[in-house]
């Protein structure tokens, strides 16, 4: 397993290093020149002063050696200096990263939770108006675009019973401690994580009754019925725990997606984590600080799939670690 784990972390290093040359010319690439933008806002737009703030950035070198410094930065766990927050990159992704694991993750959990759990049911009852209830219930949440949801759940929730707040990581002001703390946080992150778990839950759901309805068509359930065992006993040990391997699959590929979605997520409800960063950031032209965040969000999906074919090899012990 530990050679398993150490081949993954070597293979991601080369992909972590292909997606940063990949983005830094693909930013470059970008229409508009931050030096520009940035002595416009000076006011003070002649040309001296913008050359200016290309030599004090590093902007006038060649872009070969502007991804040699960078990429040498990365090794010692620098990731530059942002030019519009005018603070190191890695310093602002510190204090932003951890409000974006506790949505994403909160999201993830109740996604994979009700996922699964209705996934189940419908599959348990299929054919029968649970089963098209479910269905029906998936479908609606997989179509219907999350930031739409987050705003029906704003006027809902906030504006027409006010049960939750609107914005926000915690109450502006409060300045609550200790377990008062944690419940007022707790109570803003209730509608951004639902809205962004809801989403994935409808494809968790789908995923797991029709690897289940399959699975039950197998001979090694016939067998388990013929020696006489209970129905909740053969979906349990054996139905639900081989059906669990395509919707882990689908969890790990839907790491990316989750992140992706998170930054429409905290864009809405005004949630400070990096995805509300990225987006500030690439409408500032703010080339050090996207790109910083770009290759926290890729270490983020590599441990990710790291961890799914870890969960593999628990879900299902017969899967040898082959890297």
Known sequence: M??????????????????????FFLIRLAPGDPAVVMAGEAGASDQVFVQQLREKFGLDKPLPEQLFIYVKGIATFDLGFSFRQQAPVAKLIAERLPATLLLTLTAFAISLALGVLFGTFAARFAGTF?????????????????????????????????????????????????????????????????????????????????????????????????????????????????????????????????????????????????????????????????LGVFVTCSIMVLIFNLITDLVYRLVDPRIEFAA
């Open 130 to 290: 649970l089963d098209t209830a479910i269905t029906i219930f998936a479908l609606i949440f997989y179509a219907m675009p999350i930031f739409w949801v987050a705003l029906m759940g704003i006027l809902l929730f906030s504006v027409t019973v006010d049960w939750l707040p609107s914005f926000g990581y915690e109450t502006v002001g409060a300045n609550y401690t200790g377990l008062a703390h944690v419940v007022d946080v707790g109570a803003h992150l209730i509608m951004p994580a639902m809205t962004l778990g809801l989403f994935f839950m409808a494809t968790y759901t789908r995923m797991t009754r029709a690897s289940m309805l399959e699975v039950k068509r197998l001979d090694f359930v016939k067998t388990a019925r013929a020696k006489g065992l209970s129905d909740a006993v053969i979906q349990r040990r054996h139905v639900l725990r081989n059906a669990l391997l395509p919707v882990v699959t689908l969890a790990g590929v839907h790491a990316g997606t989750l992140i992706g979605g998170a930054v429409i997520t905290e864009t809405v409800f005004a949630w400070p984590g990096i995805g509300r960063l990225m987006y500030d950031a690439l409408l500032q032209r703010d080339y050090n600080l996207l």
């Open 2 to 23: 530990l050679s398993f784990v150490a081949q993954r972390v070597v293979k991601g290093v080369i992909v972590l290093l292909a997606i940063v040359v990949l983005n």
